[in-house]
């Protein structure tokens, strides 16, 4: 077979040239490349001996597993579409992604099988339904589905243009959005961000969150590709994080920024447990200036900041460029283009505030079965992002906010981030959300919800009055602080800023 840019082989490469060679560590299992590959390809042959055929959809509704990553590898060698859904998607948002994605096949486990049951019901070109712990009425058990499936190595044609990936952005409200990426975007992921965080065959590198998110590749995919040491945490603790680097000499990771705050403040935390960290990559939100201070601080040299989005735009902040630009998130990397737009579509000038553009090889074909959603991202083979950035005389990004988190108060933009950093400089807190909320004289005022450090002390009205002698202007004060036990967030870790604002917008009359 010829070979193209696609990742269907690669689990077999690494087996054939360095067979025992450690490929996963997951719980207290540990594989080298020869066994994780005849584990892979016993599943792509019951897999295929159950009808599974290229261009299939494989659903899984798993949190972090050995199974979950056989699946995603067992599809990538039969040409199958994996699509990962979050394990804490109520029925009503599963039954409306697997009715959006038609997979032939649905792996579940104990803790997700009910919903995934309940959600199955109503869809009956679901063929298959497997279990990867324990029994479940209407699955098949893991052990009894891989069984019987030995001999010998298969692996698919595959185009690189072939859809890999179906990663869905929504389910719980609105339609679904599944965002296509193919072979040869996954192989790119692989290629270009291993370059990246300079990771060898040598790395190891650690996950601890939810494998489900695209976050979660853009380490796991160099990882393979390089074949480097996969150690993969079944959820995310700071304490168990930080034992986990200095026991397996972890070289790179990837977190979001609630995750290092929790392991800056941990009770384990000290800078000699982590000292074999070489990369450390925040994504998925901005960390806050005052924790990457922090950070720098404790472990100088590995800090990095990936912004980004799954539709296949990316920066990146470089480690070598933490400290002298720490307030933005970098510079495109080669073969990628950024732009800034005002709201007539005019490019912006040198730092001035407009949407972010952006193209390159990772730019995803389309949203699964939605051209009018792909029409509206990407036009011109440019992504509209939806957040406001501006780029400054040095040519690296700065983010802003979101377009739909700014908020106008009297017709000020206040960006919510802007009052964020102001408000984490508080020694007693953690984390902070600004959101706009209903206001009869200006439509909206700014208000946060706050979460404080374990064992701080600290009122709402103190920290209000605080906050506000510290704002950049009168028109970011706070018209209220609340105090959260925690902050809501997804199963990757993301704060759900919407799930703090729309109480107040369900009922305008709220006093406030």
């Known amino acids: 077979m010829s070979a193209t840019l696609n990742i269907a082989g690669l689990v077999q490469h690494h087996a ?42 494989i659903a899984t509704v798993l949190g972090n597993s050995l199974e979950l990553l056989e699946i995603y590898w067992a599809c990538a060698r039969l040409g199958a579409v994996a699509v990962p859904l979050s394990p804490l998607l109520m029925e009503s948002g599963l039954r409306s992604l697997l009715a959006d994605a038609a997979p032939r096949f649905v792996f579940a486990s104990a803790a997700t099988a009910g919903p995934v049951g309940t959600a199955c019901t109503a869809l009956p070109d679901i063929s298959g339904r497997v279990i990867v712990d324990g029994r479940s009425d209407g699955f098949v058990p893991w052990a009894e589905f891989v069984a019987v499936n ?11 243009d072939d859809i890999y990936n179906i990663m869905y952005t929504s389910g719980t409200t609105g339609m679904p ?25 040598d790395s190891v590198v ?46 790179h990771t990837m977190l979001v920024p609630s995750q290092i705050v929790a392991i800056l403040n941990s009770a384990a935390f000290a800078a000699e447990k982590l000292e074999s960290l070489q990369v450390l990559v925040s994504l998925g939100a901005p960390l806050a200036l005052a924790h990457k201070e922090r950070l720098e601080a404790l472990l100088p040299g590995r800090f990095h900041e990936l912004y980004g989005l799954t539709e296949g735009f990316v920066t990146i902040l470089d480690r070598r460029d933490a400290v002298r630009k720490q307030g933005s998130v970098g510079v495109p990397p080669p073969f990628f283009d950024l732009r800034i737009l005002r709201d007539d579509g005019s490019e912006a000038a040198i730092d001035e505030v407009g949407e972010i553009v952006g193209r390159g090889p990772l730019l995803m074909p389309g949203y699964y079965k939605r051209p009018d959603l792909t029409a509206a991202a990407i036009r011109d083979g440019w992504l509209h992002t939806g957040d406001l950035g501006r780029i400054d005389g040095d040519g690296y990004l700065v983010l802003v906010d979101r377009i739909k988190d700014m908020i106008d108060s ?68 706070l018209a209220r602080v609340d105090i959260v036990a925690e902050l809501p967030r997804n199963a990757a870790g993301k704060i759900l800023k919407r799930e703090l604002r729309e109480p107040f917008w369900a009922n305008r009359t709220t006093r406030i």
């Open 206 to 251: 650690l996950h601890g969150g939810a494998i489900v998110f695209n976050g979660s590749f853009v380490t796991l995919m160099p990882a393979f590709t390089m074949g480097a040491t996969y150690v993969l945490h079944q959820a995310f603790d700071a304490a168990a994080f930080i034992e986990t680097v200095a026991r397996e000499k972890v070289t």
């Open 16 to 57: 054939r040239y360095r067979p025992g060679a450690r490929a996963v560590v997951c719980g207290d299992t540990a594989l080298d490349w020869r066994e994780f590959d005849q584990q892979v390809n016993r599943l792509a042959r019951a897999l295929q001996d159950a009808g599974v055929a290229p261009g299939d959809r």
């Open 150 to 160: 030995t001999g010998p190595s298969l692996r698919a044609e595959v185009a690189p």
């Open 410 to 477: 009297g017709g000020v933009k206040i960006y919510p981030r802007d009052v964020e950093e102001v408000i984490v400089r508080h020694p007693a807190v953690a984390e902070a959300v600004v959101f706009g909320i209903p206001d009869e004289k200006w439509g909206e005022t700014p208000a946060a919800a706050v979460q404080l450090k374990v064992g701080a002390g600290a009122t709402a009205q103190e920290l209000r009055e605080w906050i506000n002698a510290r704002v950049a202007a009168r028109y970011q004060r």
């Open 177 to 201: 959005k599944g965002i296509v990426l193919t072979h040869r975007i996954r192989a790119l992921y692989g290629t270009l961000l291993a370059n990246a965080w300079r990771i060898t065959a």
